[in-house]
T-cell receptor
Framework: AQSVAQPEDQVNVAEGNPLTVKCTYSVSGNPYLFWYVQYPNRGLQFLLKYITGDNLVKGSYGFEAEFNKSQTSFHLKKPSALVSDSALYFCAVRASGFQKLVFGTGTRLLVSP | DGGITQSPKYLFRKEGQNVTLSCEQNLNHDAMYWYRQDPGQGLRLIYYSQIVNDFQKGDIAEGYSVSREKKESFPLTVTSAQKNPTAFYLC????????????FGPGTRLTVT
């Protein structure tokens, strides 16, 4: 069975500091991994995905994520946080050959001025 | 949220009434999905459809029904059999399965009293 864990309910960071939002996954076979962001009372916006190849994936709004197969992790990172990055972030995984996308429970990111 | 519309944004119903949530996309995507979002639980898949006139149950289909008569439309009916219908409902679409990301609508917040 596929599963995703986001171990932190909330991450606090000061503006200008680097941020990391953690995600670990469990699948049989090769994973497709995704990060989405959700602002209050809005739908989810796609940030980036890993399919294959380079372990460092770059996405929208300066975000990037690092795929680590041995640690089964796909942490979201940004070198310098903005107050406007404050939102709810979801990691998701789909095993190749499977149809369903499984989401984590989300991590709330709060960036203070 | 571009390309997928959900209406209405807020919906209020009395217990025991069926209610239909609208989802329309103009992205020419084959696959469409309905998710339910509750605080602290992430997104849970209700139904999905890979092609017109075909759909499959997700993880929490009980008390819900869908139809897919047109490629661009995937309405969700919340029936009176759904025990706890108050939630935020999200519709999504994708080009296909596999590594393709899903695009989300803005959501409908349903409150049943």
């Amino acid at each position: 069975a596929q599963s995703v864990a986001q171990p932190e309910d909330q991450v606090n960071v000061a503006e200008g500091n680097p941020l990391t939002v953690k995600c670990t996954y469990s699948v049989s076979g090769n994973p497709y991994l995704f990060w989405y962001v959700q602002y209050p009372n809005r739908g989810l916006q796609f940030l980036l995905k890993y399919i294959t190849g380079d372990n460092l994936v770059k996405g929208s709004y300066g975000f990037e994520a690092e795929f680590n197969k041995s640690q089964t992790s796909f942490h979201l990172k940004k070198p310098s946080a903005l107050v406007s990055d404050s939102a709810l972030y979801f990691c998701a995984v789909r095993a190749s050959g499977f149809q369903k996308l499984v989401f984590g429970t989300g991590t709330r990111l709060l960036v203070s001025p | 949220d571009g390309g997928i519309t959900q209406s209405p944004k807020y919906l209020f119903r009395k217990e025991g009434q069926n209610v239909t949530l609208s989802c329309e996309q103009n992205l020419n995507h084959d696959a469409m999905y309905w998710y339910r979002q509750d605080p602290g639980q992430g997104l849970r898949l209700i139904y999905y459809s890979q092609i017109v006139n075909d759909f499959q149950k997700g993880d929490i289909a009980e008390g819900y029904s869908v139809s897919r008569e047109k490629k661009e439309s995937f309405p969700l009916t919340v029936t009176s059999a759904q025990k706890n219908p108050t939630a935020f409902y999200l519709c999504a679409s994708s080009i296909g399965q596999g590594a393709n990301e899903q695009y989300f609508g803005p959501g409908t917040r349903l409150t049943v009293t």
